[in-house]
């Protein structure tokens, strides 16, 4: 068994800050963060709460699969940014969808949707599912410290969906994660208990770029050599490769490395920044909205992220 893409969609708040708003805003400019990121501008959320974003991402996901809603049994929303920490983002997508289905979120930061891909694989594999909705949504820009110039330029939100069912499209999939606080971290609520005596920590984002920017090139390599070789393919059978947008130096750095042209890199980095999980699938349905796959390519995905997580798969595209 395994599963197919039956659909994608995607969806980004209205607002669209470029770099030289920014520099409005705090001591930057455009020349430092274009160099250093190949960010020109990212879509953060004003009046649009993150539900508005995964459902909108949700529908379009459904509407390309041509099913009826009511065939979803289960949803997955990979999320470190839910509106609630109860109920989960799966539970008000359901709600907003008017189905009823298992629902539940994960948090594998940035290598969420690969973790979805592997769950939802595990799910319909073992007969519990059939049709899955899997909802990456992010809104890192309400968890970013606006007074840390060297991270609140990095990030932007939005969603990005795909609907899923049996199918023999995944050719491999692998997540991981090496237990690490201090590289990257979002402290949780700390709550007003009077008998806690711990400290509470700020909850915003901390992140050792340069640390994490190692991590990410090495096992973004590593991860992708070891997923061509579980799917029984060479670097030259792949058509396209999705990177989890965090930075265009580490998809540089990562093309010097890997035997695959330039040109089979995709990316949206420049217009909508690091979106944490929700920016492979945003990038997936973007790309597939505009024709860029024909049935039988062969996708290569790789994320990191907080954790520090890892996912990788090959995966056909089969619409
Ligand atoms: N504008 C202008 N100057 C800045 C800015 C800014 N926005 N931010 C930092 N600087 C300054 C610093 O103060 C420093 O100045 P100094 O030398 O006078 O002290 C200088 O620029 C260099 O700062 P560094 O932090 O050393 O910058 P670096 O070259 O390492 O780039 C960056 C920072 C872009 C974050 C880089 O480390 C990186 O790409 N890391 C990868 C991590 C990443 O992309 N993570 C994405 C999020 S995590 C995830 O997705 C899971």
Redesign the pocket.
Known sequence: MGLKILGTGSSLPKLSVTNDMLSGLM???DE??ST??GIKSRYICSDEKLLDLAADAAKKAIDMARIDKDEIDTIICTTVCSDYLTPSMACMINKELGISCRSLDINA??SGFIYGLELAKAYIDSGIAKKILLVSAENMTRLSDWSD???C??FGDGAGATVLSEGDDLMAVSVTARGNEEL?NISGIHGNSPFDKTEAGENFLH?N??E??KF?VSSICEELEKTVKEAGIEFKDVDYILL?Q??M??IGAAQKRLPVAKEKYLSNIDRCG?T?SASIPILLDEEARKGRFKKGDVLLMSA???GLTTGTCAIKWGI
């Open positions: 001591d930057t400019n430092w963060i250093r990121t930061a940035c110039r060297s991270t330029v990095l990257l992140m770029g340069k994490v920017y990410a989890h965090a930075n130096r580490i690091n944490s990191f992220g907080g």
